[in-house]
């Protein structure tokens, strides 16, 4: 798969069964429909249907951010605001073919999820410092 910023080739990176694609230049990460909800479910960070159902059904956000294509289909992927303080902006197929993270964007993500920073000592934490180690935002 072509990185739908940088334009290199992706690596997939297999996890739990769950296989991404992720870009070694600038550190994004595509999630095909279904898979994020599958690993967060498998970290144990709740229910996410109901999240992931607004993020689809939600209306884009302003963006001076150059629009993306998607790397399944090649069409225009919306631009929409999640997560709390600070926001950030996730580009997602109007098909429904996945969500696109910028570096360092999955674990902000997975840090709102789980309300913060848990304990490093918990299962759970061990999940979440891996991925935010895997995910980190490029330098």
């Known amino acids: 798969m072509i990185c739908p910023v940088c334009k290199y080739d992706m690596i997939v990176v297999e996890y739990r069964n769950i296989e991404l694609d992720y870009c070694n230049s600038c550190k994004g990460v595509w999630f095909d429909s279904g898979e994020l909800e599958l690993s967060l479910k498998s970290y144990g960070l709740g229910e996410p249907k109901a999240f992931f159902d607004d993020i689809f059904n939600s209306q884009e956000a302003p963006s001076s951010e150059k629009k993306r294509n998607c790397p399944i289909c090649g069409h225009k992927m919306k631009k929409t605001a999640i997560g709390g303080q600070p926001e950030m902006l996730t580009?997602?197929?109007?098909?429904?073919?996945?969500?696109?993270?910028?570096?360092g964007e999955v674990s902000q993500l997975i840090r709102h999820l789980a309300g913060?920073?848990?304990p490093k000592d918990d299962s759970r934490g061990h999940v979440i410092s891996f991925l935010e180690e895997v995910f980190e935002a490029p330098e």
């Open 116 to 118: 913060g920073h848990p």
């Open 91 to 103: 580009d997602i197929c109007r098909d429904k073919h996945g969500l696109w993270f910028d570096g």
